[in-house]
């Protein structure tokens, strides 16, 4: 796979060895978790394009501490529901020079039942590979004629959120062949190249090393099937994108753009990874 590093005196050895100083091991919990009665599925065989890699897949919800996985079980203690409240106002609102809303066209939120389960994914009109993002502005610019959200700010982080919690329960099914294949692939190498000072891949911590502390971080496989996620150490939520862009700094390199062709390849491929997961809503992280 191709690297994307910078010149440094010190050895990749040596980087690697500092970037992983003072780990423990420590195996995801053996839990269930029950949100209003239904079972979330959070452990699962791997999907066959990880033969090699992973035997089982698991939600990070799994390598959370018992206080935050409470929280995660109670939608009147999960403090990202808060934002799912706000994404239906958001829906409700009429914007644009067509005066529409979401609910003009596609009445209730649950009309998005299923959709978060199946994104990012290849649209079958355009041809591009749309996530949840790039669904809601094509509506807003082209159905409503209003500005496209930022995918980063708040409007569509809530809205993110509402949508998601539609497939709460349903299972990871994003395809990977046909017209995705290509982007699959370069999702892939994505995965695996390694970036930045320290020379980390996504795999290195989260394939490589999942399960064990990094710090005070509990490794895990870095699923997304829980976004957007409610991040306690910052108060709000997060996108997968959003997240990428946290990791590929915290190897020191300079990251790509969120909503760029690189990004939306990975949330692809790393989507993929979580095949046979359940969409878990709002998740709540540490």
């Not at 939120?109 to 978060?116: D, I, K, Q, S, T």
């Not at 020379?199 to 829980?226: F, K, M, P, V, W």
């Not at 969120?258 to 969409?279: P, Q």
Request: with cysteine; glycine share 10%.
């Amino acid at each position: 796979m191709k690297q994307r590093t910078i010149k440094t005196a010190l050895t990749v050895t040596a980087l690697f060895g500092l970037a992983f100083a003072g780990t423990a091991m420590a195996e995801a919990v053996e839990d269930t978790l029950v949100i209003d009665g239904v079972e979330i599925t959070t452990r699962a065989a791997a999907p066959a394009h990880l033969e090699g890699a992973l035997d089982e897949i698991r939600s990070g919800w799994l390598y959370r501490e018992a206080d935050t996985r409470v929280m995660q079980a109670d939608d009147f203690d999960n403090p990202g529901m808060i934002f799912v409240d706000r994404g239906l106002d958001s829906w409700n609102a009429v914007d644009g020079t067509e005066g529409k809303s979401c609910a003009s066209c596609h009445e209730g939120p649950e009309a998005m039942a299923g959709l978060r389960a199946v994104t990012p994914r290849v649209d079958a009109k355009s041809g591009k590979l749309m996530n949840i993002e790039g669904y809601v502005n094509d509506c807003r610019t082209t159905r409503m004629g209003a500005e496209a959200w930022g995918g980063r700010s708040d409007k569509m982080t809530d809205m993110m959120a509402l949508i998601a919690v539609q497939s709460r329960g349903q299972l990871m099914n994003v395809a990977i062949d046909g017209a995705a294949a290509p982007f699959f692939e370069k999702g892939k190498e994505i995965y695996y190249s390694r970036f930045g000072q320290l020379e980390l891949s996504c795999a290195s911590c989260h394939e490589q090393n999942n399960g064990n502390y990094i710090r005070s971080d509990h490794l895990s496989q870095g699923q997304t099937n829980g976004f957007p996620v409610y991040r306690l150490k910052d108060a709000s939520l997060t996108t997968p994108q959003g997240r990428f862009v946290g990791c590929v700094r915290d190897t020191r390199a300079e990251t790509f753009k969120a909503g760029s062709d690189e990004f939306n390849a990975l949330e692809l491929y790393v989507a993929s990874r979580g095949n046979g997961l359940a969409v878990e809503g709002v998740s709540v992280r540490n």
